[in-house]
Each structure stands twice: as C-alpha cells, then as structure tokens.
C-alpha cells in the first residue's frame, strides 16, 4: 500500500470518525407515529428536526445527549420574550423572528416560557446516555420496547425484578410492589395515564426496600403519581412528573424512611412532594385498593406504634413547579410520633401555590427540618407552617373528615382567620380546645438557610401553632432575601405569628 493512499485512507476514518462523533452527541427516542403531537411549536436541535409531542398543559420534548447540543425552536407567532427555568440553569434564548436558539451544556429539565404563556410552556427532558441497559431476555425484566403504545393494565414487581422502558416506549398502567426487595424502574419511556377515567395513585411501593427510579417520565397521573408507603432505602434520580388532574401530588413519602431524591423535576397541579403518615409497615385488615386511593385515605384509624421514627429525606438538585398546592409540604396526614431529618437543598421552585409547609394534623412531633440554598422564582405564599386540628385528622369530628364521602364544609365559625385554606381546618371554639389537645403535636428545629425569592410573593407567610403547649419553636431564617432585600426581622418579613416561640432572622453570609 501506497504512503499516498493510506493518508487518504486516514483522512476517510478520520472525517467518518469526527461525523459519527458529532451525530452521536443527540440522541432520539422512536416514539409510537399515533402519540399526539404538537402543532404550536416545531424544533430543531443541533439542525435536526425532533418532534415535541402535546399534552393539555404544554408541549414536551425528550430525547437524549453526550455532549453540548443547539436547540432552536420556531413558534406560529414571533415571541417578545422567551424565559427559560429554571434561571440557576442560566441559559438565555436568542430571538429572531418566530425563533428562538439556546444552547443545553448538559442534559438537564427546563421550562422554555414564551411571553409569560403558562398555558402551554414547552417542556424540555434532556436525558444523559443511557447505559446498562438490562437484556430482553433476562426473566427478571419486564422490558418495553420503543416506538409502540403498551396496554400494560396494572405491572407487579418482586424481588429483584426490573421494569426497563426503552426511550420512545409508552406505557399505559399502573405500578404495584407489595414486600419487594430490589426493584427497580429504569429507562427513558414514558408511563402514560392519560386514558385513565378513575382516580387511583399510579405507582405504589407499599414495604418495600431499595428501590430505584431513574429517568423515568410520568405523564398525566390521576392520583398520586408515586406513592412510597411503608417503605424504605428508596432512590429517584432524573424523575420527572408532569400532571395535572386532581390530586396529582408527584411524590408522596408516606410513612417512609431513608429517602434519597436527586435531580428530578415535577410540574404539578397538587403538590410537587408531600411527607406523610398514615399506614405503618405490618398493618393489616385494611384493604390495599383503600390504602392507594385519595379519596379514602385516611380513612381507617390505625394503632399507634410508641417512639417510631420517620424521616432521614435528602431531596436535591431538583425543581418544582405547580400551580395550587404545595411545593414541598410535610403533611397533612402525620400519624406518628415523630417526623425528622429532613433536608431540601439547592434546588429550584419555578411557580408554587406554597412554596414550602408543614401541615401538621395529628400528633407528630416534626423536627430537624433544613431547607438549604433554595431558589424561588414565583409562589402565592412562600411559607405556611401550622399545627392545629384540620380535615385530615385522626380525630376530626366526622362531618368534616376528608376521607368521608358525604363530607360537609368546615363552619365559618370553625375556620381559622389565617390560613392558606381555610376549609381545609377545623378550629374547634375556645371551651372546646382542651378536648383536642390529646392529639396535637409540635414543630421545632426549623433551619430556613441561604433562600433567595426573585419576586415578592402575593401573601404574607403563616407560623401558626394549635396554643401555647403545642406551639412552634426554634424557627431560624438565615440569608432569606425576597426580591434582593435581606429580611432581618419579623416586622421586615410581614409574618402571620401564633403561638411561636424562638423565630430568629439572622444575615447568612
């Protein structure tokens, strides 16, 4: 062989190597040619076109990258403003005409806002590359394949087994582990609940131990989207939720332990992330399908177990969006002696009804709370944390109970004055408080560090205890700046203060 012709031969692997290199960089999903598409905006990333699919409260895309990729995005009408969330990620839009371009460094989960339109925001779920991917084969797996919609009716998992959702796959059912060790949802398909008509919580892992989520995307839950009960030694990585029907709630850590959450994203109407506790592990005599479903939840009294302990939650590096609920709340249904070690840190609340409470309903002593480096960017109250009797209760008299069905709305007479719900307390009257007070528990310990609000929210916070013995004590708010003013006191705060004892505002760094 020639030195002429091996360089040329070279120079061929060489362009082929750099071109394979290139296109490697994105990575697409073949998802089902019937899943619904969207006809408002059309994209192109690194000058590929890559379909956004439609949902009712925005557009999405999902696909997959390895290294920096180029997104333009063209809308029918020309945009005057293109915000995209969360701003920590720091990625501005450039707009020309009806297009805008930005650039993702890495994968990631965003939200590209067109001149304020939450209506219909488009959703982006960048993906890293996935590896270890399981064999089809394998009799532990449960696999589903890209580009077809499954009808999976309802999916059991046991010990050890795995369900792996090829990106593109689209899966329709329900998720159940009861006692599981070992399982495990991987893969960048998608769990689709748009066809359900009844309300029932989507994923529940009820006793189980280790358990992993990772890269998993759940659309349009109806209920609960994932419900750990009883459970514990559970970690999500890069879940993401995006729902909208009623008591979607994305994450609901009930009555569970060591909880590890890193990098997910939920776009919710109901609560983003709820800590609860309701049904102790080894309970028996109430029926499963009672246990999982919002409207009865709650509905059985359960026994006390004396001194147990829930909490050790780590939830980071993730944001949080919804529309209504909470953010992240700790509550309502508390039935246990104790909630505590748990922290939030460094993520990112783009819009929020609350941005963070703890509703505490029942006996719970709840302590050792962090939230550390958070940002927020929007929310109708940043604070709501409160201790009293409420429609949740263990002990709520029972025309106003939640879980029962010919339920009546609490009295006027009976709601609070301060409250982000009203109708969701019962405040028992003066001569009658004592007669609850058996079952009210406490809230202490509370550290608010390094939290920075971009714009003023609409309504003052609320710290409020049930009275003077079961009251909130030792709240530390610690570099909390809103719209870049330190607040250094109460009176700079604008609080709602009952029934609270040691609040401290203090500089940070």
Known sequence: MSHSYLIVILFITFCLMRFSTARAELITYDFPSDFSKSERVQVRIDDQPVQAYHTEKGAFLSFGMTAPVELVVTYKAPPKEVIIR?????????????????????????????????????????????????????????????????????????????????????????????????????????????????????????????????????????????????????????????????????????????????????QTTDDCVAVKAIYPPGLTGIPFEEMINPETLGKHKVPRIEGDVVGDILITNSVLSNAKGQTFEIGFELRVDKVSGITFRNCDVIHGGIGFSIHNGDRAIIENMLLDDIRVEQSNRLIDFTLGLSIYSDDCPGPYRRSNPNRVAVPKEHRPVHANNVYQWYVPLKQDLKKYQANRGLIRNITVRNMKVVSPPRHDSIISGYDNKHNISSVTFEGLEIAGEKILSVEDSGMYLKHVEDIRFLSGK
């Open 86 to 266: 969360p701003l920590s990620a720091d990625i501005t839009a450039t707009l020309a005409g009806n297009t805008c371009t930005f650039k993702l460094p890495r994968s990631m989960n965003l939200s590209v806002e067109a001149d304020g339109d939450l209506s219909y925001p488009l959703f982006i779920f960048a993906n890293p590359e996935l590896t270890n991917v399981p064999s089809k084969s394998d009799p532990k797996v449960k696999y589903y394949e890209a580009g077809k919609i499954h009808e999976a009716g309802e999916i059991i998992l046991k010990d050890d087994e795995t369900l792996y959702l090829e990106g593109g796959a689209v899966v329709r059912g329900v998720v159940r582990a009861r006692n599981a060790r070992n399982v495990t949802i991987r893969g960048a398909g998608i769990l689709d609940a748009s066809t359900r008509k009844h309300k029932i919580n989507m994923l529940v892992f009820r006793e189980c131990e280790n358990v992993l989520l990772e890269n998993v995307f759940i659309l349009d839950s109806f209920g609960w989207t994932i419900h750990l009960s009883g459970s514990e030694k559970i970690q999500l990585t890069n879940t993401r939720v995006l729902a909208w029907r009623a008591n979607c709630d994305g994450l609901d850590i009930e009555y569970s332990k060591n909880v590890r959450v890193d990098g997910c994203f939920w």
